[in-house]
């Protein structure tokens, strides 16, 4: 059968293309790294035979092929960074699903290549075949991977529990799935807004802003909103005193001029025992993440607590990969040098 997806395929970086030979070595280096197996399924050691034997399986394609399962060499300036696998189902009924792996040579990890060539597929197989959906899993523990995904807007649909045998463990299995329109949807969200309120909330409210999510592997930096309630109901004992909460919701408005709840803010306000205003929670939705409201709210708050006769602002994060450091840093929190319950403390002045 004639590939679905003609390749050579390129990106901005990157040329996708069907594996030769001479790329058996590298390859079998790279997935035979027991860090780059760890939560892949495929026997260690992995000598190049194997994946010469694999490259000679796939030989007779020319590209991601309905009925089969794929492997395509990521090249960057000429040399093979790794590998995506891509399998698609026999199309049925006018529809067919896909499924996508990526595996990065680790001295090439980290500069958005998975992504890239992940996304470049993703659009082709929409574009290319009668694909509905496209399904990926990993290890719930694998953040990275999780944030690949999470950053092409496939969609987290459970975890079934000690489901997949890797290597003589069973581990857990996240499922995540992008739909047609959903792909479509997510490249076409809004990237700006017209204006944004800080909105008290009432009880309906209160369900509404509820709903709000970041990205999954940003579970790790910041409570939910539920959380952030529950919090705010039973109040931290600090320095002696409960912590005084005050919350809002984050209202967008577009350039529609249609309003959208789109995050979650909560201070610990000034008490006689805390001197300093505490940023305590800030979220926002994955899908208003990166278009300026993180910051626009930071404006409001800081806004608010300069009338309020406060000079500075206290928070403090998280460290690790997709983390708010970056965030606060750009907007000229320095950090103190101290660090609570693992978290790292800084401080907004102005
Ligand atoms: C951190 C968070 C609030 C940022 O909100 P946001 O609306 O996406 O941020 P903005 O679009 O306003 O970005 C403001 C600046 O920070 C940068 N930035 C935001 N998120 C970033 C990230 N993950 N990595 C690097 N830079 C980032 C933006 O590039 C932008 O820089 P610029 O002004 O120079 O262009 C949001 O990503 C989030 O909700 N994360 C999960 C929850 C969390 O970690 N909260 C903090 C807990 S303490």
Do not use: C, K
């Amino acid at each position: 059968m004639d590939a679905a997806i003609p390749l050579p395929l390129r990106t901005e970086r990157l040329v996708l293309r069907m594996p030769v030979e001479a790329d058996a070595p590298l390859m079998a280096a790279y997935r035979g790294d027991p860090d780059v197996a760890r939560y892949q399924d495929w026997p260690l050691p992995y000598p190049p035979d194997d994946a010469l034997a694999g490259i000679g399986r796939q030989a007779h394609l020319s590209g991601p092929t309905p009925g089969e399962a794929v492997n395509v060499a990521i090249e960057h300036d000429g040399s093979m960074v790794g590998d995506l696998y891509v399998e698609i189902r026999p199309p049925e009924d006018g529809g067919a699903v896909a499924f996508l792996g990526y595996t990065l040579d680790p001295t090439q990890q980290g500069r958005g290549y998975a992504s890239e060539a992940a996304g470049a597929m993703v659009d082709a197989l929409f574009a290319h075949t009668p694909v509905h959906r496209i399904a990926a899993t990993l290890d719930p523990v694998n953040l990275p991977s999780m944030r690949i995904l999470d950053l092409l807007g496939f969609v987290p649909e459970g975890t079934t529990r000690r489901s997949v045998p890797v290597r003589g463990e069973w581990v857990d299995d996240l499922r995540y799935g992008l739909l047609r329109d959903e792909r479509a949807a997510w490249l076409t969200r809004p990237t700006s807004f017209a204006s944004i309120r800080l909105v008290e909330l009432d009880d309906h409210l209160a369900r509404t802003y509820g709903d709000l999510r970041v990205h999954p592997h940003q579970e790790q930096f910041v409570a939910s909103v539920l959380g952030s309630y529950r919090d705010a109901l039973f109040p931290e004992v600090v320095d002696g005193a409960p912590v005084v909460p005050w919350l809002r919701g984050v209202e967008v408005t577009d350039h529609h001029g249609a309003t959208h709840p789109a995050g979650f803010v909560m201070l610990a306000e000034v008490t006689d025992a805390h001197p300093e205003p505490y940023l305590w929670r800030l979220l926002v939705d994955r899908w208003w993440q990166r278009s300026g409201v993180g910051r626009a709210v930071l404006d409001a708050v800081v806004a608010g607590q300069r009338e309020q006769g406060h000079s500075s602002l206290l928070t403090s994060w998280v460290e690790g990969v997709g983390g708010p450091r970056r965030f606060y840093e750009r907007y000229g929190f320095v950090p103190t040098g101290r660090v609570i319950d693992d978290e790292t403390e800084a401080r907004l002045s102005w």
